[in-house]
């Protein structure tokens, strides 16, 4: 689960929609896994235990990164049937509560070769701090990466000989690794980088979570990262920037022209997206037939926001005309996620 509402006030029942009250504290907040992690340890204790499903409302669970590779996530064992979120939670249903572990006050060092196993003293509460602190300062410079090659749509499913063959070649390569080496591998997956589809982002975005304004870092290339508030821009919210700069421009389509050549958006009547130059692709990959059925999508795509010459429209240009910049959810049931 990339998203979690957290319940700030006694007594209130999770909804699906951000709720805030004038001069009130909020009573609800959805938060991303990218910047729930980053808050202090007093916090994350705080609000780890009134976390839910922002899909099906269930009781909902914050799991930490582990030292084998595996990322900080949310989850849920409540999942009620049909809910977007139980696939991705089948993939953690294996995993060891960490509060388990949590419970422990020393850790058991890998011996090598006949050596006895060390006994490291948990730290202090002051170099814990440090520790913590220190921690957090790197996964918030580490941020997270976008997979914008990231495959859409799967064509045919794997036969099950070649799964089998698949998992005995696995098995086989795991049983003849050593411990030594395991516990090399397993500090290298530590630093692995985070990556996300823009399809995962622009759900998280439609639940109004944090997301949106956090200070995370966020990687579109090797050289190019931006703090997640300067990067997802809502089409309301559109403009030229200095430089003519791009960014990730999201929100919902309201209709298309009849020849599909352009996609004028909802909240901005003044903001349009040309196609022309990747219709025939775009039409295919979503299966659209008509103006109709683009009407209502949802759509997140890495563009630059230009001005007519007399700076009464304005069109995002889809950057280089590339579809993995783009992502596009669908109203009708053949929806490609």
Not at 154 to 164: E, G, M, T
Not at 201 to 209: N, T
Not at 232 to 256: C, T
Request: aromatic residues 8%.
């Amino acid at each position: 689960m990339l998203d979690a509402i957290c319940i700030l006030s006694k007594g209130h029942q999770p909804t699906k929609h951000y709720q805030t009250a004038e001069g009130e504290a909020k009573a609800q907040t959805i938060f991303s896994i990218f910047e729930f992690k980053l808050l202090p340890t007093e916090q994350i204790e705080q609000y780890r235990h009134a976390l839910y499903c922002p899909e099906c409302l269930q009781v909902a669970y914050f799991r930490r990164a582990s030292k084998d590779g595996k990322q900080a996530c949310f989850g849920s064992r409540y999942h009620l049937a049909g809910c977007s979120e139980l696939n991705t939670h089948s993939r953690d249903k294996n995993i060891v509560s960490e509060s388990k572990l949590l419970q422990s006050e020393h850790v058991l060092v890998e011996s090598k070769g006949n050596q006895l196993p060390q006994v490291v003293v948990a730290p202090d509460a002051d170099s814990a701090a440090l520790l913590d602190k220190s921690k957090k300062l790197k996964l918030s410079e580490q941020g997270f990466t976008i997979d914008f090659t990231a495959k859409r749509i799967i064509k045919s499913k794997p036969l099950l000989a070649d799964i089998k063959k698949i998992e005995s070649s696995t098995a086989n390569k795991s049983n003849n690794t050593d411990r030594e080496h395991s516990v090399l591998k397993q500090s290298e997956q530590t630093d692995k980088p985070v990556t996300q589809t823009l399809s995962a982002l622009l759900k998280s975005l439609f639940k109004k979570s944090s997301l949106a304004t956090s200070d995370v870092w966020v990687h579109t290339s090797e050289k190019h990262r931006w703090r997640a508030k300067n990067l997802f821009v809502h089409f309301r919210d559109a403009e030229q920037l200095e430089k003519v700069a791009p960014r990730m421009y999201w929100g919902n389509i309201s209709h298309s022209d009849s020849q599909l050549l352009w996609l004028n958006v909802a909240d901005n009547k003044q903001l349009s997206i040309p196609i022309s130059h990747f219709k025939e692709e775009l039409l295919s990959r979503y299966e659209i037939t008509q103006a109709e059925d683009l009407k209502g999508a949802k759509i997140i795509l890495f563009a630059k926001c230009l001005n007519n010459k007399q700076k009464s429209r304005q069109f995002l240009t889809l950057w280089d005309n590339d579809l993995q910049y783009l992502h596009l959810v669908l109203t009708k049931p053949n929806t490609v996620s």
